[in-house]
């Protein structure tokens, strides 16, 4: 995620604001920027890498100047690169900003038909024209920003400068964080605390439709429409560590709850409520490029495959296309039978997995179309594919991967949904449902999080010395169940166990035994009676069973010892709550073992070896 600051006062500002910069590491960024108000102009230097590559240059070129902004960026619109890195100028207007604007097609046609010289490809480049446009009938950079940000849809933090208002930067806030520091003779903006607590611990969260100036030890609030608002500095005693994981206790706990956040990212500018359909522009396939597809095979390690087993339920459910699921490590190399016709989705959260990646060169060097879905911008599997579907989960610090599943489960529902309707498979009606309940998920995810962390924390220590733990369940639930599984052998070290339900009396049955806790995946769906009927078996050899069924299920409550409702909702998206409790308690058991939770033993965020 992008990380923004801003100061403006009686010291330098450059120190000031790389050192916040560097507070603001672990939102991780792939370049970073500063812009100072000098001598007359507002001077940029800004860098692709790492922050020592930005103090690297600003050695040679130094900013001085009392008022100025800077950005750490984590691309979403346009690769990598210098002329995509924050702060973006047009004339005399310089922005740096965090979010995504949904609309940014249609500004960037309306803004070039204008004859604007957009040169990146970023969303934020089109603020800084537009901010620059309104100055020509505004009277002051607020105005100008005010009118501007009536024609954003989507997420936003914004800091902007102009050269003719030298001692002034505006900032405002949908959807992004964005938080204000005071202090005698100065005036802060940061995207997060832990940037600020080094200079002030007095700090105004501005909320969503706010706008603020900042001027040396003057903060002035108002909302977007122009009421002024009064609101008092909070103070602040977090320690700098707290503060990086929001005052939780590992980057993994904060990513658990980020999710609906994250989906919210995913989704955001991709649903067409009215028309029941998916803005295929983003996907990177053409509606000639769906009649093509025979036949969809997904590549995927580790926690990515399970949501591409999931994926291929969705596909075939909601687009009867034959789809098939392999584990990228398996299908590289076998000579495996692939080829035109074939649309082949490598999902990955960091685009740089060696099997995923060989794997989906080999299948593109035969003739099939490469899908990447992936989280990491410009990383390399979304490199060689031949289109890209990103999730907007944001970076992912906690090797065990929690937020960035959930944003990929999304979007390959998404995929199976624009599949669907292109094949004629899903009626409209049917797919304006799906999205209607999809667009609910990130409040009910917030729900189930909130609703089951304590009861999770509490099944977590009741059965904290379980040396095996059983995950069953079906049809979609059954990629769940694996999660569940690998979340906890990864965090916790317990030996676990994910099965599709049906088979467990094909062998694993033999397992159960009183010490074996057993977490069965029940919610209302089409297999609900046969996978309540394992939870009776499983029961009746006496293990102590945990189920996680549809809120007010009496049946599942009486069947089971320990009961885990998460709100009731189409089959193909239970998944999106069901995980839920599962990443929390394999947290929980872990946290409670006192296991390195967020760097794992013998773990790598990212595997790029054999
Ligand atoms: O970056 P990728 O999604 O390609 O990574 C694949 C696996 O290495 C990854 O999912 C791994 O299983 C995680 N540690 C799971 O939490």
Redesign the pocket.
């Known amino acids: 995620m992008c990380g923004i600051v801003g100061y403006v006062g009686p010291e330098q500002a450059a120190p000031i604001l790389l050192d916040g910069l560097r507070r603001l590491e672990y939102r991780g960024y792939d370049s970073a920027g500063l812009a100072v108000r000098g001598e007359g102009s507002i001077d940029v230097v800004r860098a692709v890498g790492k922050l020592r590559k930005l103090e690297g240059a600003l050695r040679e070129r130094p900013l001085p100047g009392r008022v100025g902004i800077g950005h750490t960026r984590w691309a979403t619109h346009g690769r990598p690169s210098e002329v995509n890195a924050h702060p973006h100028v047009a004339g005399p207007v310089v922005v740096v900003h965090n979010g995504i604007i949904e609309n940014h097609n249609e500004l960037r046609e309306r803004l070039v038909a204008a004859g604007c010289d957009v040169v990146s490809d970023t969303d934020t480049e089109l603020v800084a024209h537009l901010v620059h446009l309104a100055l020509k009938e505004e009277p002051s950079l607020e105005a100008a920003v005010r009118k501007t940000l009536s024609e954003l849809h989507g997420a936003y933090a914004i800091a902007v400068l102009r050269e003719d208002e030298p001692e002034r930067i505006v900032v405002a806030k949908s959807a992004s964080p964005l938080v204000l520091g005071v202090a005698e003779g100065e005036a802060y903006c940061a995207s997060d605390i832990p940037a600020l607590l080094p200079y002030t611990r007095d700090m105004i969260f501005l909320e969503d439709g706010e706008m603020a100036v900042l001027e040396a030890g003057e903060v002035r609030i108002s909302t977007v429409a122009g009421e002024a608002v009064e609101r008092e500095p909070e103070h602040i005693d977090w320690s700098p560590v707290m503060a990086e994981k929001a005052g939780f206790k590992h980057f993994m706990l904060k990513e658990i709850f980020e999710q609906p956040r994250a989906i919210e990212d995913t989704l955001r500018g991709r649903l067409d409520r009215e028309g029941g359909d998916i803005n295929g522009s983003e996907l990177g396939l053409s509606d000639g490029d769906a009649a093509e597809v025979q036949r969809v095979v997904l590549l ?6 399970h949501a591409a087993l999931a994926g291929r339920y969705f596909i075939e459910q909601l687009a009867q296309v034959p789809a098939v699921v392999e584990l990228a490590s398996e299908f590289r190399g076998r000579n495996a039978v692939v080829g035109p016709g074939d649309l082949v989705v490598a ?7 060696l099997d ?1 990646l060989v794997a989906a060169k080999e299948a593109k060097a035969r003739g099939a179309k490469v899908l990447a879905v992936a989280n990491v911008i410009g990383s390399a599997i979304p490199r060689m594919a031949d289109a890209v579907f990103y999730t907007h989960a944001g970076p992912e610090i906690g ?4 937020k ?2 959930t944003a990929q489960l999304v979007n390959l529902l998404l995929l199976a949904l624009w599949l669907g309707r292109r094949k004629g498979t899903l009626p409209p009606e049917e797919s304006r449902r799906l999205v209607e309940e999809l667009a609910r998920i990130p409040v009910l995810m917030k729900d189930t999080l909130q609703g089951t962390r304590q009861l999770v924390a509490n099944l977590a220590r009741r059965y904290l010395d379980a040396r095996d733990v059983l995950f069953l369940g079906r049809g979609l639930s059954f990629p769940m169940a694996l999660e569940g599984a ?2 906890l052998k ?1 965090i916790s070290y317990v030996h676990a166990e994910g099965y599709a339900a049906g088979e467990m009396k094909h062998g694993p049955i033999a397992l159960i035994d009183s010490r074996v806790p057993v977490i069965v995946l029940c919610p209302a769906d089409s297999s609900y009676d046969r996978s309540l009927s394992n939870l009776e078996e499983a029961k009746a050899r006496d293990a102590r069973v945990i189920a996680i069924a549809t809120e007010g299920d009496e049946r599942a409550r009486t069947a089971s010892h320990d009961l885990v409702e998460v709100p009731a909702v189409d089959e193909v998206l239970t998944p999106l709550l069901t995980v839920l409790p599962l990443q929390l308690y394999a947290y929980y058991v872990a946290d409670f073992k006192g296991t390195d939770v967020d760097q794992p033993r013998n ?1 790598a ?3 790029t070896v054999e």
Do not use: D, I
């Not at 995927?300 to 495959?305: F, M």
């Not at 999902?347 to 997995?353: A, L, P, R």
């Open positions: 995927a390690c580790g926690t990515s495959h999902v990955s959260q960091s685009g740089e997995t995923t090797v065990a991967s929690t960035c599943f690998l979340k990864e773990l965020k990212t595997v």
